[in-house]
């Protein structure tokens, strides 16, 4: 049985990582898939590996997604998909930009768009001090662009601009809706 793919996706600084860490804590029917990158981890749920790994991984088709953003490569292996417990729902850090060919490839997947104001967003990429303020700049004009929605899809919407602990109660009760649905 296939399990419910929830593809979590928001701009840079929305705070994905940290809302589907704390759902991991809060509900006992979340797991995650490890994200494969081609850069250092930024979180305890990113899988680093070098660009001959990833690219390795990508031929031998294990990659249920995979995708290139902000110049590095990103998979997810249909392993995690495979081993996911039955009336569990598989968390998924995706992009925005690749929501399309994920709904083709899964089409029953859920999307939840975690948005955050752009001054919050600014005010998280300037913190944690991985991009020079041009490529800040570029990441809040991104953050700006409204989200290609593909005909007859319901995205969630989850604003992460306040209350961590009030944002991931939301984001937990969303899960929720999911597996009762």
């Not at 680093?48 to 990659?63: H, K, Y």
């Not at 899964?106 to 104001?117: F, G, M, Q, T």
């Not at 700049?137 to 662009?145: C, M, S």
């Amino acid at each position: 049985m296939t399990p419910t793919l929830v593809y979590v996706m928001g701009p840079s600084g929305a705070g994905k990582d940290t809302l589907i860490e704390r759902a991991l804590a809060l509900s006992p029917f979340a797991c995650v898939a490890r994200r494969y990158v081609t850069r250092k981890a930024k979180s305890k749920l990113d899988c680093p590996l070098s660009l001959e790994e990833f690219s390795a991984i990508r031929q031998r088709g294990s990659f249920l997604f995979n995708w290139d953003s902000h110049g590095f490569s990103y998979g997810i292996k249909r392993e995690d998909e495979e081993n996911t417990p039955p009336g569990k729902v598989l968390i998924i850090n995706g992009s925005r930009e690749y929501l399309q060919k994920a709904l083709e490839i899964r089409s029953c997947l859920v999307p939840i768009l975690v948005e955050a104001r752009l001054e919050i967003l600014k005010e998280r990429l300037i913190k944690r001090g991985r991009e020079l303020p041009e490529q800040i700049e570029k990441r809040l004009a991104r953050a700006e662009e409204k989200l290609a929605v593909p005909r007859g899809i319901c995205i969630n919407i989850l604003d992460n601009s306040g209350d961590l602990k009030e944002s991931a109660n939301k984001f937990c009760q969303i899960l929720k809706n999911i597996i009762d649905s």
